[in-house]
């Protein structure tokens, strides 16, 4: 599998590939090869010759990231090719539906119904092609419904929850 990304403000394209669990990231010239290891929601290992570096991560809204490598925060900000694919909508009386973007299968539910969400609040973990996607609150408020449970499968535009 093969992801495109843009950095922001920037005309370098970052080139992710997928090979029997070794990733391969080019970054203009540059050619970078690790192991990437989920270890829960969030978090994982990167696999280097010779060391292993614990991270954590988090989406903060629509093509931005917060990642956590050896208790160093970076924010990564990426023009994501599933953006303007669905991820949230709005419905008539102003509350937030939050949709899935692609089709897939719901890992996990972050939230409750009745709980208050600011944006960015990461609400369902939806996998899709082995890669967990979080799917967040884009304006935060009470979330009113969640309509999907783990391991319930997905189609693409599908409401996950609604905030508002």
Do not use: C, Y
Not at 5 to 23: I, K, P, Q
Not at 94 to 110: K, M, S, T, Y
């Amino acid at each position: 599998m093969i992801r495109r990304f843009r950095l922001a403000e920037s005309e370098v394209e970052v080139l992710v590939r997928v090979l029997a669990g070794e990733v391969e990231v080019r970054v203009g010239r540059e050619l970078f090869r690790f192991r990437l290891t989920l270890a829960g929601p969030h978090r994982g290992k990167v696999e280097l010759p010779g060391e292993v570096k614990p991270f954590w991560f988090s989406r903060l809204g629509s093509g931005v990231w917060q990642l956590f490598i050896e208790g160093v925060e970076q924010k990564v900000a990426l023009e994501d090719p599933l953006q303007g694919r669905g991820g949230t909508g709005r419905s008539h009386d102003g509350q937030e539906e939050l949709v899935a973007p692609i089709p897939g299968r719901v890992v996990q539910v972050l939230v409750a119904a009745g709980s208050e969400v600011s944006a960015g609040t990461p609400i369902v973990v939806l996998e899709a092609m082995k890669m967990q996607n979080l799917i967040t609150s884009q304006l935060g408020g009470r979330v009113r419904e969640v309509r999907v449970k783990p391991g319930t499968t997905v189609e693409a535009g599908q409401v996950l929850a609604v905030v508002g």
